[in-house]
């Protein structure tokens, strides 16, 4: 976390604590998903702000149960919302995307009720920035902040 209480944390949500660890949960025998906590300041940046980037950089909406070679209920891309608001935004979002064409197929992204968001283990924290050379980081992550520096430089901290 920052100086200034925002975060973004790795993590599980969909099912019970019992089950959020790594090994089960890819497994594929739970009801969660890998999913980040982003803890922000809305007077900073707006709901729609961050499903703009969700959508456009961090991975394909299009694909069920499934990001790149990751396959899975565990990897289906899904916004967990914390109430019935943010449900709205995204659900106005998600139908604008899909209304104007934005993608070649239909979003899958699911909406779910946020019951508890589950923190990794600790290994998973910062892992792109522990793991540099790390063959994932390199050709599937690394490309994406590029994107997103590339798309969003006026939104990132200096």
């Known amino acids: ?9 790795s993590g599980y949500a969909g099912d019970s604590a019992a089950t959020a660890n790594y090994r089960t949960v890819c497994g594929g025998m739970t009801n969660h998903a890998e999913a ?3 803890r ?4 900073q940046a707006t709901l729609g702000q961050l ?3 969700h959508f456009s950089v961090a991975h394909d909406p299009t694909q069920l149960n499934r990001q790149g070679n990751d396959t899975g209920r565990q990897y289906r891309s899904a916004i967990f919302y914390s109430d019935e608001e943010q449900r709205r935004v995204a659900e106005a979002y998600i139908r604008q995307l899909n209304e104007s064409r934005v993608f070649t197929s239909p979003i899958v992204t699911t909406l779910e009720p946020l019951e508890a968001f ?3 283990e600790d290994y998973h924290q910062d892992y792109a920035a522990r793991n ?4 994932y980081i390199m050709f599937v992550a690394q490309p994406k902040v590029e994107k997103l520096r590339e798309h969003f ?3 990132l901290k200096k």
């Open 36 to 38: 980040i906590e982003v």
């Open 51 to 53: 499903l703009k980037i």
């Open 132 to 135: 540099p050379g790390q063959p």
């Open 118 to 120: 589950h923190v990794a």
């Open 153 to 155: 430089e006026d939104r």
């Open 1 to 9: 976390m920052d100086a200034s209480g925002l975060s973004v944390r």
């Open 40 to 43: 922000y300041d809305a007077s």
